[in-house]
């Protein structure tokens, strides 16, 4: 399959499907010779009718008629909260196109692990992905293909999944724009995702929710605002995100906890040793940390 030929669908119109979409459009069919085309699907219209008026999508679709969408759509795109995929599935399974590829941006991936074999049909292959990108406002008109661009992709393969589809996938993701692919296992996705990703927003929501004065950010001079960007968050995603990799996270929560602990011991005993020694140790950490870059790795 040439992926300049194959009919795409997004299921979920928001910030990462309205991504999704633009990056196909302008990166995968915007060539000559291209008869591929683009269907999305989503609960409300008024972001379809953008889709459509941007010249993004070739066909809508709202959620009710979703089933006549599926049938025609080579690879699809499902856009939505992690629960709200699983039965997303389950409610649609008879209607994907036989030899269709299926995939997913959700931020945990052990609940699919677990519940997709005795989801899908045999003849649907359903590919587990996470692109590691987006930004902070909701909706589709926030959405944007520079997004991807220079990003990373995690790749979660299983026994299921045909060789000829993870490569048509890793072909897609790297012409949408991103240039790493990780490929790794649910439960390890989980474990550093929990770390890089779930942590860093608890951390995030925690200091801006610690501020006793709320006029202290006239103070700020760009740490406070480096450091809690991404505190406006998502609160609905984010709480389904947190609770279904509870195990994980938690145990994040409580090394980082110990590690404030150091700090505070430190400072309150005036310390300044201690403070030196964690303080080197954290640059020199930090630095190695930089230097990781993968571009695919299994």
């Not at 240039?179 to 550093?192: A, G, N």
């Amino acid at each position: 399959m040439e992926l300049k030929n194959l009919t795409y669908g997004i299921v979920g119109l928001g910030i990462m499907g309205g991504s999704f979409a633009k990056a196909i459009r302008e990166k995968i069919l915007c060539m000559n010779g291209s008869s591929g085309r683009i269907y999305v699907c989503n609960r409300s219209t008024a972001c379809l009718s953008m889709a459509s008026e941007d010249g993004v999508a070739d066909r809508t679709f709202t959620s009710d008629r979703v089933s006549e969408m599926l049938p025609e759509c080579d690879i699809v795109f499902v856009c939505l909260y992690p629960h709200a995929t699983l039965d997303f599935l389950k409610v649609h399974r008879d209607e994907f196109k036989s030899g269709a590829i299926v995939t997913d941006i959700s931020g945990v991936k052990g609940i699919f692990e677990k519940e997709l074999p005795s989801i899908l049909r045999d003849d649907v292959d359903f590919i587990i992905g996470h692109p590691m990108a987006g930004g902070e406002k909701e909706g589709y008109a926030n959405s944007k293909a520079e997004f991807f661009v220079n990003h990373n992709y995690i790749l979660c393969a299983q026994p299921f999944n045909k060789n000829e589809n993870l490569s048509l996938v890793r072909d897609l993701v790297l012409g949408m724009g991103f240039t790493r692919i990780t490929e790794t296992t649910c439960d390890i996705h989980d474990y550093k995702i929990g770390f890089t990703s779930q942590l860093c927003h608890v951390i995030a929501s925690a200091l801006v929710e610690s501020a006793e004065d709320p006029e202290i950010t006239a103070f700020g001079g760009g740490s406070f605002e480096d450091l809690t960007r991404i505190a406006m968050i998502n609160a609905p995603l984010w709480t389904e995100l947190f609770i279904s990799n509870k195990d994980k996270l938690v145990s994040h929560i409580e090394n980082f906890q110990k590690k404030m602990d150091e700090f505070k011991a430190a400072v309150a005993s005036e310390d300044s040793e201690k403070l030196k020694s964690l303080l080197e140790d954290t640059r020199e950490k930090r630095m190695r940390m930089g230097s990781i870059r993968t571009v695919r790795k299994t």
